[in-house]
């Protein structure tokens, strides 16, 4: 479980579910993710207790480039490639 804070409102996310999600049918709520895949991710849903606002998260590392091995940011829990000097999604400095 994350402790979160609205991006929007600074409300406390709280989290919602966790569920498979076919990323090839949700383009809706998936089309600006940077790297969309066919298939399944298991995604973490939460809300904003505040305003209401969804966010996203992937529960398992996206297994979209598998000649890079995959670092797991200890600042956001997210996956990504190992020859980043800091972390993409949060700009966390190694
Ligand atoms: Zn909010
Ligand atoms: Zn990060």
Known sequence: ????RCLRCQGRMGH???EHIQLG????????????LAGAL???????KNCGRLEFFA????DDSPELPQVICPVCGRSHDFDFPSC??????Y
């Open 59 to 62: 529960a398992e590392p996206v």
């Open 42 to 48: 298991l995604t973490e849903v939460y809300c904003c």
């Open 25 to 36: 049918k949700t383009s809706m709520i998936f089309g600006d993710w940077p790297n969309l």
């Open 1 to 4: 479980m994350r402790d979160l």
């Open 88 to 93: 993409p999604f949060c700009k966390h400095n």
């Open 16 to 18: 919602v579910f966790t």
